[in-house]
């Protein structure tokens, strides 16, 4: 493992962190180590926005022909159930 230190940090702040970590049952590093963990397993926003705005099947989606035809679909199933085909 490495050191890090972490300068200028307001006395708030960091009797703020403390009393979390004690809250939680772990000392002042293993609570900043837990943040830091959490925070970098998280992608972050340009990655996020890179994922959620790719097109994996590289057509546009149109939401407005996938509500008709899931309509369509719903509509035949309804008149298949009822035994009318026509």
Do not use: H
């Not at 963990?37 to 890179?50: C, G, I, K, Y």
């Amino acid at each position: 493992m490495v050191f890090i230190q972490v300068r200028n940090v307001e006395e708030e702040l960091r009797e703020a962190a403390k009393r979390r970590a004690a809250e939680l049952g772990v000392d002042l590093s293993t609570y900043v180590r837990n943040l830091i963990r959490r925070d970098v397993n998280q992608p972050s926003m340009a990655s996020w926005l890179e994922d959620v705005t790719a097109d994996p099947i590289g057509q546009p989606f149109n939401a407005a022909e996938a509500i008709t035809e899931a309509r369509a679909e719903r509509d035949e199933q309804i008149r298949r159930n009822l035994g009318d085909a026509g």
